[in-house]
């Protein structure tokens, strides 16, 4: 599924799956907007899943490094940072900052910075 964005006679637009909805008129279809919120609350739930997983890893990553007192694993600290970008695109989402769906809807993001932790003294 992709959603496109255009300017149409100086009015933004978006087009999804043959969808339109027009943002400069001022008024949303009541349909649109039931779905938005059937949508918004299945994320709402899948942000707790995704916030309980967080803390897994989070604590996972603490007790990798006390006990083995090396850096924190690489790969957790990969999947971390994937998860907390897709946590920001929900939320911009929820909070009606971006229109698009996440992921399932369009491909999970890419890490927003590199996963290697910088080295200081705790």
């Known amino acids: 599924m992709s959603t496109e964005y255009g300017v149409r006679g100086g009015e933004v637009r978006e087009e999804t799956m043959g969808d339109e909805v027009d943002f400069d008129s001022g008024e949303i279809d009541r349909v649109d907007t039931v779905v938005r919120i059937f949508y918004t609350l299945l994320f709402i739930l899948g942000l707790g899943v995704l916030r309980g997983g967080i803390y897994v ?3 996972f990553q603490l007790g990798y490094t006390l ?3 090396a850096p924190p694993n690489e790969r957790i600290g990969e999947v971390s940072n ?3 970008a897709y ?3 929900v939320l911009r989402y929820l909070t009606h ?3 698009i769906k996440p992921f399932p809807f369009t491909d999970f993001p890419e890490p927003v910075e590199p996963s290697r932790p910088q080295i200081q003294d705790y």
């Open 57 to 59: 890893l989070v604590a």
């Open 97 to 99: 900052n971006d229109a």
């Open 87 to 89: 946590y920001y695109r």
């Open 82 to 84: 994937r998860l907390v």
């Open 67 to 69: 006990i083995t007192q």
